[in-house]
Every structure is written in structure tokens, then in C-alpha cells.
């Protein structure tokens, strides 16, 4: 079966794939989730159009290790020093999967003033645990001083 430029080979429904690649798509949506939802016009290459601290989570509302993930996610919003949002990359042809090679969902990326400053990438079948969300919380405590962003490096 290939879908967009990705082929995925399943001759039989397996866990997994019944686990990110449902046969039956439902239909959803972030819109829903409380935070800002990010499309590929809000990004040029691989940076944020926005100002300010970002931490965003690249999801697929297809993926249930995202859709897990998500509400934890959600629930530090306004106890981190940073805006939160979530990327929607749930179309298999959305440029984004590409411009910043995403392979897992989620995928979470921090950006300073538009500029990719951390990312925290998804485990296959696993996603992000709560060690990532810790992980996210003292990368942004780190950047609440005023270090310019290009003395932080990437974890």
C-alpha cells in the first residue's frame, strides 16, 4: 500500500499496524486539544513564524501513541515558560514530515524566536514518555534566562 511517498507493506492487519495506521480512518482533529494548532504555513523551511518560546508537538491524529500523548502535553500548558502548540501533520503529504524528517509521532521541537533550539523525538510503537516532558520542562527553564539561543544546544 503506498500512501503519499511513504510505502508501508502490511499483508495482514497486524498490532502495529492497527496501533499508527488504522484500516478504518476516523476522522479528527486537534482543534479541540486547548493549544494553538500549527499548520505548514506557519513554518518557512524549519523555522517557527513566531516570536517568543515555542514548544511544539508534531502529532498525527491517526497515531495512538500521539493521541496519548497529547493530554499530558496539553496539561503543562501555562506551567512552562513557553507558548505551547501542536503541529498537525496527520496528512501523509504535509510538508512537514519532510522539512523537519519526522519519523515518529509525536515529536516535540522547542524554538527561540522561530529558531529550532531542542527536539525531543518519538520512539517507534512508543511515542514520548513523561521523562521527555521533564526533559522539555529544564530545557525551557534553561531557556528562560536570557542566554541567547545559540548557546543552548540540543539535547
Not at 524549519?46 to 496519548?68: E, I, N, Q, S
Not at 496527520?90 to 527536539?119: C, E, K, Q
Amino acid at each position: 500500500m503506498l500512501v503519499g511517498k511513504r510505502a508501508l507493506v502490511l499483508t495482514r492487519p497486524t498490532f502495529w499496524a492497527r496501533l499508527c495506521y488504522p484500516i478504518k480512518m476516523v476522522k479528527r482533529s486537534w482543534e479541540g486539544a486547548g493549544l494553538e494548532v500549527l499548520r505548514a504555513n506557519d513554518f518557512e523551511a524549519t523555522h517557527l513564524k513566531r516570536d517568543g518560546t515555542y514548544a511544539v508537538c508534531f502529532g498525527a491524529t491517526w497515531c495512538r501513541p500521539t493521541r496519548g500523548f497529547v493530554p499530558k502535553f496539553v496539561a503543562r500548558n501555562g506551567r512552562l515558560p513557553a507558548k505551547l502548540a501542536i503541529a498537525d501533520i496527520t496528512d501523509w503529504n504535509d510538508p512537514l514530515w519532510d522539512s523537519f524528517h519526522i519519523r515518529i509521532t509525536p515529536t516535540m521541537m522547542v524554538f527561540r524566536d522561530g529558531a529550532p533550539v531542542g527536539r525531543f523525538d518519538g520512539r517507534r510503537f512508543i511515542g514520548l514518555r513523561d521523562s521527555d516532558l521533564e526533559r522539555l520542562t529544564d530545557l525551557l527553564r534553561r531557556l528562560g534566562g536570557s542566554a541567547p539561543a545559540a548557546a543552548v544546544s540540543p539535547p
